[in-house]
């Protein structure tokens, strides 16, 4: 019985905030527009543009407000950022964009670490953040970081994880993100919390955020399709990582996800080789080698076009 795959997906590019926070080498506004409208030139429609937080926290992010002034807006383009607080969705709104996300973690330990606050004292702190994008015609997503581990706690348990859910949905927060922060998820786990949050919530849009730490996140996506799944997160060249989670590498590289997409048959809306050349672009800036398996290897049509070549 053969498995009935999707017919396309709906992809995001963190490369800009996620990929970006964790890196020694700070951009330059100038390139992180770049970053920006290269992704959204190659039919990204869904784009993190940075995060609103605390710069001495993530001082990667330092520069978000002049990014999102500067960066050209493609009508039908969703352009989202990260916010913690009723002053980063002030700066959001100040600066254009017009939907935020909210991020807490499934773990108290991981919660403190990152934001100096339990998952309950933020879901209370978030009323007057949801009471302004309200007022002011913005719409709030949320993520849940650490659903699939904590590297403080080990597992979490599929209740703590829908508990923390219920709680967004009852704040009407309809779209939320499911974190592999430190990459500990495998796929049998993956497919089983997926399957048991779609029957807890059927009404939320779903989102897959996994790091590649273990090699894994490409299983953890293939298995995420075969649970319903059909929102996901990257980023270009693999890059990223949590300040405050220790061991946590890169995302999954977006031209990965969308090369493996391809292959079988499935749509992303998005020019695999013009990621590929964004990605290149992102490695030279960075100036280290990045976790990208396409980059390395390049595509799977590169070698058979090489090989029809020869025979000519």
């Not at 909210?102 to 330990?109: D, E, G, I």
């Not at 300040?243 to 493996?260: K, Q, R, T, W």
């Not at 992303?268 to 992102?282: P, Q, S």
């Not at 990045?290 to 025979?311: F, M, P």
Request: with cysteine; charged share 25%; hydrophobic share 40%.
């Amino acid at each position: 019985m053969s498995i009935r795959w999707p017919e396309k997906i709906i992809f995001c590019e963190v490369g800009p905030r996620d990929g970006l926070q964790n890196e020694k080498t700070m951009l330059t506004t100038e390139m992180k527009v770049e970053l920006i409208e290269k992704s959204v030139e190659a039919g990204v429609k869904i784009v993190e543009v940075g995060s609103f937080m605390n710069p001495k926290a993530v001082p990667q992010m330092a520069g978000t407000d002049e990014v999102c002034k500067k960066m050209k807006r493609v009508p039908g383009v969703e352009y989202r950022a990260l916010v913690a607080n009723l002053k980063g969705v002030e700066r959001a709104k100040n600066s254009g964009i017009s939907k935020v996300k909210l991020v807490l973690s499934a773990s108290v330990s991981h919660s403190l670490a990152n934001l100096k606050r339990t998952p309950d004292e933020l879901i209370e702190s978030w009323a007057e953040c949801l009471a302004y994008a309200a007022d002011n015609d913005m719409e709030v997503s949320g993520a849940i970081s650490t659903a699939f581990g904590c590297p403080f706690e080990g597992r979490i348990s599929f209740e703590q994880v829908a508990s923390i859910a219920e709680r967004l949905r009852a704040l009407n927060i309809t779209e939320i993100s499911l974190s592999d922060t430190t990459g500990m998820a495998n796929p049998a786990q993956v497919y089983d919390l997926c399957g048991y949050m779609t029957r807890a919530l059927p009404d939320v849009r779903w989102f897959l955020h996994f790091h590649n730490t273990r090699g894994m996140a490409l299983a953890n996506i293939v298995t995420g399709l075969q649970a319903g799944i059909i929102r996901y997160d990257a980023s270009l060249a693999g890059l990223g990582g949590c300040p405050y989670a220790p061991g946590a590498s890169g995302n999954v590289a977006s031209e990965d996800v969308i090369h493996m997409l391809h292959e079988m048959g499935i749509e992303t809306g998005v020019d695999l080789e013009k990621m590929i050349e964004a990605a290149r672009k992102l490695q030279d800036w960075i100036g280290h080698a990045a976790d990208s398996a396409v980059l390395r290897a390049g595509r799977v049509s590169d070698l058979v076009s090489l090989k029809n070549a020869k025979k000519q």
